[in-house]
């Protein structure tokens, strides 16, 4: 795919994602995704979180 190879890639990126309609999609699913790793890192060290700010 075109939109994510190579020198400017992210930017290419963003433009796919904003021509059809998919910014907030991606920002949904980018954040969950790093929600997600960041509860398992704090797991995997037994380090308590506030779930209620999920």
């Given at each position: 795919?075109?939109?994510?190879?190579?020198?400017?890639?992210?930017?290419?990126?963003?433009?796919?994602?904003?021509?059809?309609?998919?910014?907030?999609?991606?920002y949904?699913?980018?954040?969950?995704?790093?929600?997600?790793?960041?509860?398992?890192?704090?797991?995997?060290?037994?380090?308590?979180?506030?779930e209620s700010k999920?």
């Amino acid at each position: 795919m075109i939109a994510i190879h190579g020198r400017g890639a992210f930017r290419s990126f963003r433009e796919t994602i904003a021509r059809f309609g998919l910014e907030q999609k991606w920002y949904d699913y980018r954040w969950d995704a790093l929600t997600e790793q960041a509860i398992d890192w704090l797991r995997f060290y037994d380090i308590p979180y506030d779930e209620s700010k999920e």
